[in-house]
């Protein structure tokens, strides 16, 4: 067995095939990653959905910095850091919410949404010491992409358009589910488990695990739906998409929801149909709607937090070397019909739920694996399945089968470029 490397920088601690366990464990390793990743690069913090009017506002992170993204008055979307310039206090706990102002709860410092510091309680106490244009919330660049959005702390970064590159496309198939409604967030519920951010930002593209951690919502569903969820017997992929970036296509009869229209109604989706038929929906709407209420037939992972998982978006946020925030963003139909919003839910709660039979099972997975690692250091994690190309695929040369480890490789090159610049 290879021996890891010591005293080397970080790049020693990833190889093409490897990588080394501090990797999980060491937390000097996990505050440069805070600085030298989380702080340079675009990071999601929200749908567009989310501040959905003039004054909407929604929490988020950016790696561990706790940030407010607004919609002001002018429709303008801001993502401010939440840290009152006084003396640090957050000004704002609440999730989600509409509001015109926040105001600190220490000593009333209150800032409008765009950040600026408005009003001061007995300012003339500081004569000419406070110039309150000096002191407003701290203004994150932000930019969108089909309705995500994204924050930076760093200014001189490449437009997000560019960092996604090659994971727009799948963004915008990921974006039909809303069968010609916008898309947008119904809910979301979050946990945490005992382990290293990383651990889950491989799960997203890892089919190796799917039909063995999840035998037991395989064996929950009727046999047509267990076909479908057949995810290494279909002909699917892996695609390194660049900047740490990844796609896994599990189900590529689902890759675009707009084709394939007039295929048959499944058999658990009929009473949908019907009811949406009997609402008086058109067959070619009910088609559409019902083809897309389980999501895309696959899994994009965007460096470094979010994925766009099948029909809901997952979000992480490291708390610490070995603990995770995992957020599940179920998504649906902006305006289109409760129906077919109930079913998305249902589906939703079924696999991803708290009490589903599916992300419990990946949790598990994931502290075993922290667990494991952080006994000794003399063996490496191996990321080196599928590293063939695929011959004569028809998604191109690239791709690899879907059960390779290529999207942890992708993952982790995209970390070793970051963490030695
Ligand atoms: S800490 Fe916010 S007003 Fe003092
Ligand atoms: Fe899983």
Redesign the pocket.
């Known amino acids: 067995m290879d021996m890891p490397a010591t005293g080397g920088g970080f790049a020693d601690l990833v190889q093409d095939d490897r990588v080394h366990t501090a990797l999980y464990k060491d937390p000097a390793i996990f505050d440069e990653e805070m600085d030298r990743i989380f702080k340079n690069t675009w990071v999601w913090v929200g749908h567009v959905s989310e501040v959905p009017q003039k004054g909407s506002f929604k929490k988020s992170w950016v790696g561990q910095q706790p940030v407010i993204v607004t919609r002001t008055k002018d429709d303008e979307i801001h993502v401010l850091l939440n840290r009152c310039r006084h003396r640090a206090a957050t000004v704002c706990e609440k999730m989600k919410g509409k509001t015109s102002v926040f105001v600190c709860p220490y000593h009333g410092w209150s800032y409008g949404l765009d950040g600026k510091l408005r009003a001061v309680p007995h300012s003339s106490v500081y004569g000419e010491d406070l110039d309150k244009s000096q002191f407003p919330l701290v203004s994150l660049r932000t930019e969108q992409y089909n309705g995500m959005i994204f924050a930076t702390f760093k200014d001189d970064i490449e437009p997000l358009e560019d960092f996604l590159g090659g994971a727009k496309k799948w963004i915008d198939l990921f974006m039909k589910q809303g069968a010609g409604y916008p898309v947008k967030v119904l809910g979301e519920h979050q946990f945490r488990f005992g382990g290293n951010w990383k651990i889950q930002l491989e799960?997203t593209t890892?089919a190796y695990?799917?039909p063995i951690?999840?035998k037991t919502f395989l064996d929950s569903l009727d046999a047509e739906t267990e076909n479908v969820f057949d995810v290494l017997g279909q002909g699917g992929w892996v695609e390194d998409l660049g900047n740490g970036h990844s796609l896994m296509v599990m189900i590529p009869d689902l890759v675009d929801l707009e084709e394939n229209l007039d295929a048959p109604i499944p058999e658990r989706f009929a009473e949908l149909a019907q009811e949406l038929r009997d609402e008086g929906y058109e067959d070619l709407e009910v088609r559409r709607i019902v083809r897309a209420v389980g999501g895309g037939g696959f899994n994009l992972n965007l460096f470094p937090n979010v994925a766009c998982s099948m029909a809901f978006f997952r979000v992480l946020r490291p708390v610490s070397v070995d603990e995770t925030e995992i957020r599940h963003v179920a998504i649906g139909m902006d305006g289109g019909p409760e129906a077919g919003n109930r079913m998305r839910m249902r589906l939703h709660e079924h696999f991803q739920g708290p009490m589903g039979f599916?992300?419990p099972?990946?949790a598990e997975?994931w502290e075993r694996v922290q667990r494991g690692a952080a006994s000794g250091d003399d063996l490496w994690i191996m990321v080196n399945r599928g590293k063939e190309p695929l011959v004569d695929h028809p998604a191109g040369e690239a791709v690899t089968d879907v059960s390779a480890e290529t999207g942890m490789r992708a993952a982790y090159q995209m970390w070793k470029r970051m963490m030695s610049a």
């Open positions: 799960n890892d695990h799917f951690v999840h599916g992300s099972d990946d997975g």
